[in-house]
């Protein structure tokens, strides 16, 4: 029987540095696998319990919940829920695939061309989750049937969901920020969706580090960006990461036999 287990990587040193009582994770993208997010929570549970005060700790969750696997309502409910320690400072961004689902769930954007653009770029099992009897060449059918299965309270908390956060000199996004951009003009394309010219900015001209998901390269750490998105959809394993002081280290699922 396989069971999941969390490996702590090795420390290594930060792009930059934290008050030294000051610590930060960040979740990457959990795409509907609910028992890894559940065994990252007790992990990172279990290191703020033993090494910090929670009053002085940070945990965000990257965006892209749902989509690429089957638990989207348990996963989403996992989210919301947080890590149950009102002390630690939680924050919750939106990503592109909750867009998709949300525009489709409130009626915004039923049109046929994007419900199947999301059917073909991870949105096929949240569909069948939870819309199993509906049509695709039905939209208002697929957009009801969605709104059911979600409920106002899950839909509430995936509209009140931001698309960026700041810490220090760490700014949180799903996708990533415009290099071309003002850190203060950023639009929500860029967040929700960027790759390049970010992934591999020469000439960074932000004073900020930015630790994203979307692009399952992770986890790797460079000077402009820590990306966490680790593809669990496709490699089992579901990345954190943990920043403090003037270091930083990673937390990651796998499946052990």
Known sequence: MSRIVVDAGPWQAAPRALPAWKAIFAIGDVHS???HLWMLHERISGIIALEHDARDVSVVWLGDYVDRGWEPLQTLDLVAAGLGRPEVNEVKLLGNHERYLIDAATGR????????????????????????????DNPQTVGAALF???GRERLAFLETLPL??????????????????????????????????????????????VVHGHTPDGPIAL?????????????????????RGNELRFLTTRLET
């Open 164 to 209: 960026q956060h700041r810490i220090g000199d760490y700014v949180f996004a799903h996708a990533g920020l415009n290099p071309d951009r003002r850190l203060d003009d950023q639009d929500e394309e860029d967040l929700l969706w960027i790759r390049e010219p970010f992934l591999s900015s020469r000439d960074w001209p932000h004073p900020v580090t």
């Open 148 to 150: 059911e299965a979600l």
């Open 33 to 35: 696998h609910a028992d």
């Open 223 to 243: 000077q402009h960006r820590i990306g966490i998105d680790s593809g669990v959809f496709a490699s089992g394993s579901l990345s954190a990461v943990e920043i």
């Open 109 to 136: 954007d039923l049109s046929l061309p994007r419900l199947l653009n999301w059917w073909r770029y991870g949105g096929e099992e949240t569909l069948k989750c939870l819309a199993p009897d509906a049509e695709i």
